[in-house]
């Protein structure tokens, strides 16, 4: 059975940084490209980014309005994808999930950014 | 960026109604069209990928049309689990952009 499991929201305040974590089992984790997805509150669904597998180049892309501030990288050895978020913005806080594509999701981590 | 256009917004239908939700892209996606289900504070799930493609596990009730720019999700035979938001997703290009969501709610 296909697992996501996201860790690493909570409180932050506008300027600051958040490490998110997105830990996979159930699957061949280093062959698949994963994406982040964000939702923010009474919101519709915002792709975030990302992360093609090594043996198909590492390829990261991001949305827009992340682009130059959301990192996402993956550690293949611990099956975990990561979400490296800096200069955060009002307009980031939302539920933040992990899918394998769009098949098999994450249940989020909330990040809130907020003096 | 590919632009994402569902209507309507949002609809009141009746258990046992055909309800139909379009989706239309700012260029041509061939057929790289993703629909999805999501219910209140749960994550999304896939109903439709390639246009018309059921997801493993799907009511064979919920179906999906089109191709280019003009794409359509229909559920047969409206179910009260089918009482949630759908949002349609392009995958022929990053940024894999989504619909803004069509809620579906209890007439």
């Known amino acids: 059975e296909v697992q996501l499991v996201e860790s690493g929201g909570g409180l932050v305040k506008p300027g600051g940084s958040l490490r998110l974590s997105c830990t996979a089992s159930?699957?061949?984790?280093?062959?698949?490209?994963m994406t982040w997805v964000r939702q923010a509150p009474g919101k519709g669904l915002e792709w975030v980014g990302r992360i093609k597998s090594k043996a198909d180049g590492g390829t990261r892309d991001y949305a827009t309005p992340v682009k130059g501030r959301f990192t996402i990288s993956r550690d293949d050895s611990k099956n975990t994808l990561y979400l490296q978020m800096d200069s955060l913005k009002t307009d980031d806080t939302a539920v933040y999930y992990c899918?394998?594509?769009?098949?098999?999701w994450g249940q989020g981590t909330l990040v809130t950014v907020s003096s | 960026d590919i632009q994402m256009t569902q209507s309507p917004s949002s609809l009141s239908a009746s258990v046992g109604d055909r309800v139909t939700i379009t989706c239309r892209a700012s260029?041509?996606?061939?057929?790289?069209l993703n629909w999805y289900q999501q219910k209140p504070k749960k994550p999304p799930t896939l109903l439709i990928y390639?246009?018309?493609s059921l997801q493993s596990g799907v009511p064979s009730r919920f179906s999906g049309s089109g191709s280019g720019t003009d794409f359509t999700l229909t559920i047969s035979s409206l179910q009260p689990e089918d009482f949630a938001t759908y949002y349609c997703?392009?995958?022929?290009?990053?940024?894999?952009?989504f619909g803004q969501g069509t809620k579906v709610e209890i007439k």
């Open positions: 899918t394998t594509g769009g098949r098999d």
């Open positions: 997703q392009q995958s022929y290009d990053t940024p894999r952009t």
């Open positions: 260029q041509s996606i061939s057929s790289y």
């Open positions: 159930g699957f061949t984790f280093t062959n698949a490209w």
């Open positions: 390639t246009a018309s």
